[in-house]
């Protein structure tokens, strides 16, 4: 849906949703007062030192993915790049900031300046100095975000994600978690008792060009099904 286009001597630049919330907006403003009261304040990662980057996680009281996703905390980071951060940093995305000890907020902190910083060199590559065209979250090379259900680049084991609101987590269970597939709350409430923490209990590896929308749910215990006869 095409929202506005605005016309430059060099070609047009049109403004899309594709949506259905229709939640884009625009809003024309003058001075940098004004600008400035769009910002919603969030730390910038890039020009953040380890201290500044602590101190915006030690005032959070949310788990590293909230935290990493809000723009009033950290700016411009937003969910893809959140879950390869994470994995690089090998947390979970469900651990509390205020839990984190000065070794898993160094290696936070690290992660989230070289995985920034590779993605906007390798994205403005791929662009070879024209505007960018295809604008998507999900990229070839990343290692966990929209891989669900496929091999971790370092360990094998099969990606996993947690949906919650409009939003998601993708992680690798042996690399973040210790092993443990996290809880997915709407998952493990209609499956109940089948749920189950083991990794493999879990669906096997997409083949080569599922979607996955058809697989079945992990399940922790296997049931009989008897056969009627037909």
Same mark, same amino acid.
């Given at each position: ?8 001597? @060099? ?13 884009? @907006?625009?809003a024309l403003v003058r001075g940098a ?36 996703? !809000? ?17 690089r940093a090998r947390l979970s995305p469900f ?16 992660? #989230? ?15 070879? &100095? ?5 604008? #998507?979250?999900?990229? !070839?090379?990343?290692?966990?975000? &929209? ?9 094998? #084991? ?49 083949? @080569?060009? !599922? @979607? ?17 006869? #037909?």
């Amino acid at each position: 849906m095409c929202l506005a286009a605005f016309l430059f001597s @060099s070609g047009t630049l049109v403004l899309t949703e594709a949506g259905s919330k229709r939640r884009a @907006s625009l809003a024309l403003v003058r001075g940098a007062a004004a600008l400035a009261a769009h910002d919603p304040g969030g730390l910038e990662p890039l020009e953040a030192d380890l201290p500044g980057f602590q101190a915006a996680l030690s005032g959070s009281r949310h788990t590293l993915k909230r935290a990493l996703t !809000d723009p009033k905390i950290f700016s411009g980071i937003g969910n893809a790049y959140s879950d390869e951060i994470l994995y690089r940093a090998r947390l979970s995305p469900f651990l509390l900031c205020a839990r984190l000890d000065p070794d898993q907020v160094g290696r936070l902190y690290y992660a #989230t300046q070289a995985c920034l910083r590779e993605w906007t060199e390798r994205l403005w590559c791929q662009a070879g &100095g024209a505007f960018p065209e295809k604008v #998507t979250a999900f990229r !070839d090379g990343m290692a966990v975000h &929209g891989r669900y259900r496929r091999p971790c680049p370092a360990c094998g #084991t099969l990606v996993q994600r947690i949906v919650y609101a409009e939003n998601e987590a993708n992680y690798c269970p042996r690399c973040q978690t210790g092993g443990r597939v996290l809880r997915d709350r709407a998952l493990s409430r209609l499956l109940k008792d089948d749920w189950s923490h083991r990794i493999e209990d879990h669906p096997a590896p997409l083949a @080569s060009g !599922d @979607s996955g929308a058809a697989r079945s749910a992990p399940t922790g215990r296997r049931r009989r099904v008897r056969s009627n006869g #037909t």
